[in-house]
T-cell receptor, first 114, second 108 residues
């Protein structure tokens, strides 16, 4: 049973570009959340998707957007990249909108903006 | 004030000692709390969850929660070099709110 899978693992982008990160949740999970983890910091909640809609959003600008597909997979899009967007982007899935200790993290996508 | 605060560390303990990690939170609406371990370059891994006041033990790990004091702690007994990692405390209401982590080094 595959866990949460994310792609790509690493990528480098230039300031002003756009990036799309992808996530496939663990089998049986229908809720996907995205977190940004800057170096030396804890993960920061970006948003959560459930039933193909954004259900909650953290304190991130509109440059950050997402999508959830009918198969529960999800994308995170970041437009007009800034140097400060360089971080580890984590996808987390759970079987309900909030399931406490059944939240599973993927291995993350390392984004470097130059 | 950050919603979840942890001692920034780093914390070093000798092998076999007890490592004590602490966390305070400001959101009284948080219902549950979690400790994650994160090895360098890896994603967070859940090691303990606690929902009610008191202690919860799982192997070498003990989590403690005091809602009146808004305080959460993690004790690691018989610390091993493989426990060397960053430990993240998280509170949960509708999503996880993390502290900035405490880096633990267990010295052989």
């Amino acid at each position: 049973d595959a866990g949460v899978t994310q792609s790509p693992t690493h990528l480098i982008k230039t300031r002003g570009q756009q990036v799309t990160l992808r996530c496939s949740p663990k089998s049986g999970h229908d809720t996907v959340s995205w977190y940004q983890q800057a170096l030396g910091q804890g993960p920061q909640f970006i948003f959560q998707y459930y039933e193909e809609e954004e259900r909650q959003r953290g304190n991130f600008p509109d440059r950050f957007s997402g999508h959830q597909f009918p198969n529960y997979s999800s994308e995170l899009n970041v437009n007009a990249l800034l140097l400060g967007d360089s971080a580890l982007y984590l996808c987390a899935s759970s079987p309900t909108r909030f399931a406490g200790n059944t939240i599973y993290f993927g291995e993350g996508s390392w984004l470097t903006v130059v | 004030q950050k919603e979840v605060e942890q001692n920034s560390g780093p914390l070093s303990v000798p092998e076999g000692a007890i490592a004590s990690l602490n966390c305070t939170y400001s959101d009284r609406g948080s219902q549950s709390f979690f400790w994650y371990r994160q090895y360098s370059g890896k994603s967070p891994e859940l090691i303990m969850s606690i929902y009610s006041n008191g202690d919860k033990e799982d192997g070498r790990f003990t989590a403690q929660l005091n809602k009146a004091s808004q305080y959460v702690s993690l004790l690691i007994r018989d610390s091993q070099p493989s426990d060397s990692a960053t430990y993240l405390c998280a509170g949960a209401r509708r999503q996880l709110t993390f502290g900035s982590g405490t880096q633990l080094t267990v010295l052989p």
